[in-house]
């Protein structure tokens, strides 16, 4: 009797450890599963990410000629930012000379004459008007005129004197003429230029004057 209670013991276990290593392979077979199936996954990724940086490099071969034409010409648009602004610089400079002359026939009284108008040295610029007039009254009108200009600062008399003047008789047999007249010597500083801004409204439209625009002048004038 114990020998038949021993061996059905030892089917029993046997049984239990033919069920566990079941199990176990089940186990194993499924966890090898997973992993084919992440190794498969992560194959094809690779293989579609290989695929997207193909297909980029292809488009990047495409539109390189594209990118260093645009290089070159931003490299040539560099190259010319220099002489657009010296070309600028001197537009400017003529913008500021026209005001300058225009101020001046506005406010040159009657009976007068310039001899000379110079540009003066020095850090700011300036200019000196020469000439000669009628009286002192005259000279001080022009300075007064010359100051209510936008374009001049610090108008000065440096210096006026009297001067004898010859001029030729009325006819021809009417002996020439004395007269005397006040030559007068003025100064005055030049405001620094400003770039003239564009003109509102829609394209087209007539903008302000260019030589009062790049003076900032406000259009004052003598009358």
Known sequence: MPNINLIASRREEKKRL??????????????????????????????SMNADMASADQRMEKIQPTLDEIERIKKETDDLVPKVEQLETAKLQTLRWQAVFLALSRTTPRNTWLSQVSAGEGDTPSVTIQGQTEN????????????????FANVEIKGTNAVNVTLPGKGTTAPPEQLQRIQFDLTAQLKPIQKPEPPAGPAGAPGADPAKTAMNTGGNSNG
């Open 18 to 47: 033919e069920r566990t290593a079941g199990q176990l392979f089940i186990g194993l077979g499924s966890s090898v599963g997973v992993l084919l199936l992440l190794a498969s996954y992560m194959a094809a990724r690779h293989l």
């Open 136 to 151: 002192q009254h005259q000279v001080a009108d022009m300075n007064e005129a010359l100051q209510r200009e936008d374009v």
